[in-house]
C-alpha cells in the first residue's frame, strides 16, 4: 500500500501555527512584566525600557507572523485565487469569521509598522499605550488558532 504524502501546504501552515504559538509564549510573558511598569518615557530607567522594547519586538513579532504568514495562508486556503492587499486579507479574515474588527487588525497591523521604524522619545508614552490597549487582542489568537483546529 502506497502511503499518501502530506500536503506540503498543510505542513507549512501548521509549522506557522506552531511558531505562532511560540511567540505568543513570549508575548504573553512580556506583557506580564510591563503590566508592573511604569509607562511614560521619562519615568523609566535603561533596564525598564528595555523591558518595554522586548514587548514591543515581541507584538509587532506575533503580528508579523499572524498576518503575514498565517492569515495568508488561511486566505489562501478559502480563496485559492485570491490576489489583494492585506487590508484586503484582513477584510476577508472578517467577513469568514475569523477575525472579529478588521479595523482593529489593520490597527495591530500599523503599529508593528511603527515598531519596526523608529519612534520618537516624545512619541513613546502614546505609542506604548496603544500597543498596551491592543496586546489581548493580538494575544486572543490562541482563542482563534484553537478555534480553528477544533473545526478541522
Known amino acids: 500500500m502506497v502511503q499518501k504524502m502530506p500536503d506540503k501546504n498543510a505542513i507549512l ?7 505562532l504559538l511560540k ?3 513570549y508575548l504573553e510573558y512580556s506583557y506580564a512584566k510591563v503590566t508592573k511598569l511604569p509607562r511614560h518615557f521619562v519615568d523609566l530607567d535603561q533596564e525598564t525600557l528595555e523591558v518595554w522594547e522586548s514587548f514591543s519586538a ?3 513579532r506575533v503580528a ?10 488561511y486566505v489562501q ?5 485570491f490576489r489583494g492587499t492585506m487590508r484586503d486579507m484582513i477584510n476577508l479574515g472578517e467577513k469568514t469569521g475569523l477575525l472579529k474588527d478588521a479595523d482593529t487588525w489593520v490597527e495591530i497591523r500599523a503599529m508593528r509598522n511603527v515598531t ?4 520618537s522619545d516624545e512619541q513613546f508614552d502614546s505609542y506604548i ?4 490597549q491592543l496586546a489581548p487582542i493580538l494575544m486572543g489568537i490562541k482563542e482563534i488558532l484553537r478555534d480553528e483546529t477544533q473545526t478541522k
Open 64 to 73: 508579523d507572523l499572524f498576518m503575514s504568514q498565517y492569515l495568508r495562508f
Open 77 to 81: 486556503q478559502k480563496e485559492p485565487g
Open 23 to 25: 511567540a505568543l509564549a
Open 58 to 60: 515581541r507584538f509587532a
Open 13 to 19: 501552515f501548521a509549522q506557522t501555527r506552531d511558531r
Open 116 to 119: 519596526a521604524h523608529e519612534y
Open 129 to 132: 499605550a496603544k500597543l498596551f
